[in-house]
């Protein structure tokens, strides 16, 4: 087995910046009690105005800095890891969040599908990028190694067992993760690295550090295995956005809501499913929430299409007041079955798919404007047909026109010229009988017509539809 750590060294501050309407602007996350606040992480823009991890916030306010403060969140940090594990987990079905702020995962198995792992890691790394996550990714035989390896180490790729006990031996000592006293002991014995630590005798290194250390060490190596918990993903999909300020108007809600649909799409590829309906909650600084209800008529995840069904929704959504947080809400998610596609697809370039096309539509004209058309166990024409809120299903093969009557009327034509017929139609008994020969006709005109007479007369035709 093969397993890549990925490691985010600023997991909290990267969850809070690609959410942010402005994320080059300088941006602090403050933890602390309310007597001693400090910056526990920066971004490079406040990092550029003498901003530093750890800083007293007292102090960062002293030397002038115009920063963006926010309250680091251990729940919020927790959510994003949760997220990112759904997001790996379509790259191998073993992923682990044993240690906070990294992802193991197992990637051997993938390689088959995704290809060699360089191939794999630059996917990865494109994927991450994308979402707005700095990283470092290192690939190991056994999870503790490369969690270890992620410490110092980025884009390192050892596959055997010699090269990886080469690795590990340069590794410092106050980066293998041996708890902090023990490391400040072997240091006071004037050891800097893991291999002269492993070059002590095996005895007299357990009484010195413990058997849990030794223990950590020999997991180091793969000698001595230990269980991971693995991540299974949830069936819902909960993500939310607060902000430091009203947003009153529906176009500066449009930047959070492409955020939430790309972030509802990646899960949903993540655990290879898709959703049907969804909903968007606005929460006020009083009174009740708004609700806004977002539906398809199939399973989808693509983000384009989440986003625009959901924008249409929004635009025609009157606000009863200013917002303070938004939220999607997703929590019946069906398998997602991909739409077919012709191997040479001869549509234009810029031509909208119809399932997006269609969604679209919904979302601007409403649900009862747009539906599908279902077959009834009926065979007079004007019973045989029903719309439905699904897909168009499967027509039945006998000649029926696109546009039909809502009631026959006289077809008057001297020239009338019958394609195709007589096809009769007797059912009904039970709740109005109806016996007729239908035909196919042509018109003096050069249209074709769907009209009937009564069984075995010759009078005159009565028009019920046209064929496109």
């Given amino acids: 087995m093969l397993w890549a750590c990925i490691l985010f060294p600023q997991l909290a501050l990267d969850g809070v910046v690609r959410r942010h309407a402005s994320p080059d602007e300088p941006l602090a996350l403050i933890a602390g009690p309310a007597q001693r606040r400090v910056l526990r992480s920066v971004n490079e823009a406040a990092r550029a105005q003498g901003l530093r991890a750890g800083q007293a916030l007292a102090v ?3 030397i002038g800095a115009r920063f963006h403060a ?3 969140a251990a729940a919020d940090a927790q959510r994003w890891h949760d997220f990112l594990a759904a997001w790996a987990y379509r790259y191998g079905s073993l992923v682990s969040r044993e240690w906070p702020s990294a992802l193991l995962v197992e990637v051997e198995a993938s390689f088959r599908l995704f290809g060699p792992w360089p191939r ?3 996917r990865l790394r494109e994927d991450l990028r994308e979402l707005g996550f700095r990283h470092r990714i290192v690939l190991a035989p056994h999870p503790w190694a490369a969690r270890v390896l992620a410490n110092v180490h980025d884009g390192l790729a050892v596959i055997d067992e010699q090269p990886l006990l080469r690795a590990l031996a340069s590794l410092p000592l106050s980066r293998c993760g041996l708890p902090a006293d023990v490391t ?3 240091v006071r014995m004037g050891l800097r690295n893991l291999g002269q630590v492993w070059a002590l005798p095996r005895a007299g290194l357990g009484r010195r550090i413990g058997e849990a250390a030794l223990d950590h060490l020999d997991r180091l190596r793969g000698t001595q295995a230990t269980p991971l918990r693995y991540f299974q993903p949830a069936d819902a999909f909960e993500s939310r956005i607060e902000f430091n300020y009203e947003v009153s108007s529906s176009q500066s809600l449009l930047f959070p809501l492409r955020r939430l649909t790309a972030d509802l799409a990646t899960y949903l590829a993540g655990r290879d ?11 006020h600084e009083r009174g009740a929430a708004t609700e806004l209800p977002v539906g398809l008529l199939a399973a989808e995840r693509d983000p384009a299409m989440l986003f625009e069904v959901a924008r249409s929704r929004l635009e025609q959504l009157q606000l009863p007041a200013p917002v303070r947080e938004m939220e999607l809400l997703a929590h019946q998610l069906p398998p ?3 739409a077919g596609r012709d191997l040479f697809d001869m549509r ?3 031509a909208m798919p119809w399932e997006q096309l269609r969604e679209r539509l919904r979302a601007r004209l409403g649900d009862e404007s747009v539906h599908g058309l279902a077959v009834r166990a009926d065979h007079r024409p004007e019973r045989a047909w029903q719309s439905a809120s699904s897909d168009v299903q499967a027509m039945p093969s006998l000649p029926r026109p696109g546009w039909l009557l809502h009631q026959p009327i006289p077809l008057r034509d001297t020239s009338l010229r019958i394609l195709a017929g007589p096809e009769r139609i007797e059912s009904g008994w039970w709740d109005g009988d109806v016996r007729r020969d239908y035909y196919v006709v042509e018109t003096s005109q050069g249209q074709r017509a769907w009209a009937f007479r009564p069984p075995g007369e010759q009078g005159e ?3 019920h539809g046209w064929f496109a």
Wanted: glycine share 10%.
């Fill in 120 to 122: 794999l890691e630059a």
């Fill in 348 to 350: 234009p370039q810029q």
């Fill in 60 to 62: 960062a306010q002293a």
């Fill in 184 to 186: 400040a002991g072997l």
């Fill in 273 to 283: 499913g898709g959703v049907q309906r969804f909903l968007l909650r606005f929460t």
């Fill in 70 to 72: 926010i309250d680091y």
């Fill in 461 to 463: 035709f009565m028009l």
């Fill in 336 to 338: 997602f079955v991909p």
